[in-house]
């Protein structure tokens, strides 16, 4: 079994090597120090394409390696505080488009999944696909009771060759970690393991169903956001069959334009969607590229979203979305103090660092760009440099805050295409404004403590039981009852001592009252007569006691 595995990563590692030979990638080779010799070769670089620019060129060839290197470019765009913002921008154009799979192929393993026939589940079945990515393929049916749907299928064999290629990545990644201090800064291990979590997640259909569902549900009684309906009897890990919606792809502007839509009113309605799916509902559209939004009208007119592709969603702590929303509220203020307790409290940054330089790089950092006008504010841009600047003193970024990053991103284009002298940062302000007022509010505390009582009233009833067994256990130690006897003997001379004080000063307040209200009396005499008072109440409590 190893070896026909061994077998295939050869093969598939002397393809790598051709692509890289292909586009002139041998600057990359020259961070792992065993692959550095081969790019003194004579000839080397007279065979290396130099055309394009390095980013571009590593663009294309991970186009040309398939799947799984597409995915992990796009992943890869995300990553900013890893590479250099040239290579992360070009990465990001990547195309997550494939030639398609024969139509008959496709029916063939559909009906082996479903284990009948398809004739026994669709009234028709079209072989042409409507779209072919690099891990599945779509194709329009209709159901036999007349419904349209559309039926997800994976590419075939693709569980086998995204084993052969992560197994790839991983051996390099461990190359590159021990490469050297730049290889370690880039975390090449910890990035393909995110990566391989994520790919995993997007292989299984029925765990894209369950979050396509769940959307549904949150949103049911939205007017403004559609999400389509799944038929669970007919959907499984390797298949994904679910209502055919009819729209606009907002990738496609002309077409948007001649149906009469008016892009800053569809724009207002992403930026609404997506705030509450991220700080309302905590469960948020991982992958919010145009071609996964469409645009469709009901029927008094008004626009609304639909959304498809559900194999990447993110959540995000409570803390987490809570420090967010207070993070962003300190930006619109300029809060930069604000800005670096909220880091220090949310635990985002060790406890040690210095809020004093922690605010001055914050604010050398983020001055300039506030100081813009207000419709030159990328608030992505803003994230993304406040996450950087965090770095710098040794904050460790969430798997779950870079998935939150992307899709800010991925929003902030699609309004920058759609709307460019749209202010993306006064329409989100009143937004965030409102969710702030609604966290701290009288609901939220009455929410919380409804949410907390089941727990406390469990804590709560187990006290008498816990308290017993905690005497039971301090009977059981050696000596206890001198220990006891000690601070018993303790307690009471402090209690005596604090009583002594409080009579004594009881005493001197009512001799200066006495004083206020005799004035002519020598102050001598009040004096001591207030402190004979507090002894004899001493005196007298004591012998009460």
């Known amino acids: 079994m190893m070896a026909p595995r061994l077998a295939g990563m050869a093969v598939r590692l002397l393809r790598i ?20 010799l081969v790019t003194i070769l004579p000839g080397w670089q007279l065979l290396m394409r130099r055309q394009q620019p390095l980013a571009c060129r590593l663009r294309l060839a991970m186009e040309a390696l398939g799947p799984v290197f597409i995915k992990l470019g796009q992943m890869l765009a995300t990553r900013r505080d890893l590479l250099p913002s040239q290579v992360a921008d ?3 154009k990547l195309q997550d488009r494939v030639a398609p799979f024969p139509g008959e192929q496709a029916q063939e393993m559909i009906a082996r999944v479903l284990g009948c026939p398809l004739a026994h589940v669709f009234a028709r079945f079209d072989p042409v696909p409507l779209a072919s990515a690099s ?29 052969r290629d992560l197994d790839l990545l991983e051996l390099l990644a461990r190359l590159l970690e ?18 391989e979590a994520t790919l995993q997640a997007e292989l299984d259909l029925a765990r894209e169903a369950a979050n396509m569902s769940c959307m549904r549900r949150l949103f049911a009684d939205s007017t ?6 799944v038929i669970w009897n007919w959907t499984r890990t390797q298949c994904l069959v679910m209502e055919r919606i009819h729209g606009v792809p907002l990738s496609d502007l002309a077409l948007l334009d ?40 009901h029927k008094d007119g008004q626009p609304y979203l639909i959304a498809v592709d559900f194999g990447i969603v993110g959540q ?98 699609i309004a ?44 709560l009833a187990d006290c008498p039981e816990r308290l017993t067994s905690a005497i039971e256990a301090l009977e059981s130690l050696p000596g206890i009852e001198q220990i006891l006897q000690q601070r018993t003997r303790r307690t009471a001379g402090i209690a005596r001592g604090a009583q002594t004080t409080m009579l004594l000063t009881l005493g001197a307040c009512g001799a200066a009252v006495w004083a206020f209200i005799q004035p002519h009396m020598p102050l001598a005499w009040v004096s001591l007569g207030g402190t004979l008072s507090a002894l004899l109440l001493t005196n007298g409590y004591r012998a009460l006691g």
């Open 90 to 92: 070009e990465l990001a």
């Open 17 to 36: 090597q051709a692509v890289v030979w292909r586009f002139g990638l041998y600057e990359l080779l020259a961070i792992v120090p065993v692959l550095r």
């Open 258 to 297: 001649a149906q009469g839509f008016e892009r800053e009113t569809v724009m207002r309605i992403g930026i609404e969607v997506f705030i509450k799916q991220i700080f309302r509902h905590n469960f948020f559209h991982g992958d919010m590229h145009p071609g996964n939004l469409f645009v469709a009208r």
């Open 416 to 459: 920058r295409t759609m709307c460019p002298h749209m202010n993306l940062w006064a329409e989100t302000k009143p937004w965030m404004e409102r969710l702030a007022a609604e966290q701290s509010g009288p609901r939220a505390i009455w929410q919380c403590v409804q949410e907390k009582m089941p727990a406390w009233m469990g804590i």
């Open 224 to 229: 403004v956001f559609y999400v389509p309906e």
């Open 135 to 163: 891990i599945a393929q779509v194709h329009g049916a209709v159901l036999h009771d007349g419904r349209e749907v559309v039926v997800k299928v994976l590419r075939p064999d693709l569980q086998r060759i995204v084993r």
């Open 316 to 413: 995000l702590t409570e803390n987490d979305r809570r420090y967010l929303n207070l993070n962003l509220m300190a930006l619109y203020r300029r809060d930069y103090h604000r800005l670096a307790k909220l880091h220090l409290s949310s635990g985002w940054v060790p406890a040690h660092t210095s809020i004093t330089d922690f605010e001055a790089a914050m604010r050398t950092m983020l001055e300039p760009v506030l100081s813009r006008p207000l419709q030159d504010v990328s608030p992505a841009e803003m994230m993304m440099s406040l996450l950087a600047t965090a770095r710098r003193f040794e904050m460790e970024v969430q798997p779950r805050l870079i998935l939150f990053q992307k899709t800010l991103f991925q929003l902030e284009g």
């Open 178 to 195: 021990r490469s050297g201090p730049q290889g370690r800064r880039m975390k090449p291990l910890a990035v393909v393991r995110d990566y």
